[in-house]
């Protein structure tokens, strides 16, 4: 982390909590949307991608909806979090970037790699990766709130444009998913619920689970800041 970026006092309880409750928002419709993902992409497959726009399930309904409404959801989407992750890194600096990376688990390695990444190339990271980690960075490191939109925008309607571009290209074989997906509808969503809910239990009982209260993560973000900027 950049070591001139200005120390922030703490955001009010308020403020906090106007930006995590719409992130556990999104977080609980992408879950949704990913347990039923089988039923939804058979039947409403842009509600799938308003729900949860992951890469395979953006390749897989490109297959079969025009790319004006496909580019709109998409990008929408995957718009909504990624200010919201931008503003807990700028109100709270590194202990957000440390709070992130201890949520990240197992994968810490993989936030330090960004870390570096980030401090080399900062808007090529925002254009290409502009998911939670790096909007989390941006936000802590200072980056400007217009550049980081601008990036973020112009990134993700490319990546988005190029997936659709892609999956033309794979029509055949991302078909023939789908026919598997239709033809195996019920038992695919039965496995899919007992999957979800077998990885909610387990991230649970491992303390990882992202569906927290707000004054957990309010003292999750403050045990994370120095102590010499934490309140009296």
């Given at each position: 982390?950049?070591?001139?970026?200005?120390?922030?006092?703490?955001?009010?309880?308020?403020?906090?909590?106007?930006?995590?409750?719409?992130?556990?928002?999104?977080?609980?419709?992408?879950?949704?949307?990913?347990?039923?993902?089988?039923?939804?992409?058979?039947?409403?497959?842009?509600?799938?991608?308003?729900?949860?726009?992951?890469?395979?399930?953006?390749?897989?309904?490109?297959?079969?909806?025009?790319?004006?409404?496909?580019l709109l959801v998409a990008t929408i989407?995957?718009?909504?979090?990624?200010?919201?992750?931008?503003?807990?890194?700028?109100?709270?600096?590194?202990?957000?970037?440390?709070?992130?990376?201890?949520?990240?688990?197992?994968?810490?390695?993989?936030?330090?790699?960004?870390?570096?990444?980030?401090?080399?190339?900062?808007?090529?990271?925002?254009?290409?990766?502009?998911?939670?980690?790096?909007?989390v960075l941006a936000g802590a490191t200072?980056?400007?709130?217009?550049?980081?939109?601008?990036?973020?925008?112009?990134?993700?309607?490319?990546?988005?444009?190029?997936?659709?571009?892609?999956?033309?290209?794979?029509?055949?074989?991302?078909?023939?998913?789908?026919?598997?997906?239709?033809?195996?509808?019920?038992?695919?969503?039965?496995?899919?619920?007992?999957?979800?809910?077998?990885?909610?239990?387990?991230?649970?009982?491992?303390?990882?689970?992202?569906?927290?209260?707000?004054?957990?993560?309010?003292?999750?973000?403050?045990?994370?800041?120095?102590?010499?900027?934490?309140?009296?």
């Amino acid at each position: 982390m950049d070591a001139t970026v200005p120390k922030r006092p703490p955001p009010s309880r308020r403020t906090l909590t106007l930006i995590v409750v719409p992130i556990l928002a999104v977080v609980v419709v992408g879950t949704l949307g990913n347990t039923f993902h089988p039923t939804l992409l058979k039947d409403h497959p842009l509600l799938l991608v308003a729900m949860e726009p992951r890469n395979r399930y953006l390749l897989l309904v490109a297959e079969k909806v025009s790319f004006v409404p496909f580019l709109l959801v998409a990008t929408i989407r995957r718009l909504v979090s990624d200010p919201l992750f931008y503003l807990l890194g700028y109100l709270y600096g590194e202990s957000g970037v440390r709070w992130i990376e201890r949520k990240m688990g197992d994968s810490a390695g993989l936030v330090r790699g960004m870390e570096r990444g980030f401090a080399k190339a900062a808007p090529l990271m925002v254009f290409l990766f502009p998911g939670a980690i790096v909007c989390v960075l941006a936000g802590a490191t200072g980056m400007s709130p217009l550049l980081f939109l601008v990036l973020n925008v112009a990134g993700t309607v490319t990546v988005i444009s190029l997936l659709y571009r892609f999956a033309e290209l794979f029509e055949g074989p991302l078909g023939a998913i789908n026919g598997f997906y239709a033809d195996n509808n019920k038992l695919l969503t039965i496995l899919s619920v007992v999957f979800t809910v077998l990885w909610l239990v387990m991230q649970r009982r491992r303390g990882k689970s992202e569906l927290e209260s707000i004054s957990t993560i309010e003292e999750e973000l403050e045990a994370e800041r120095p102590r010499e900027q934490r309140p009296e």
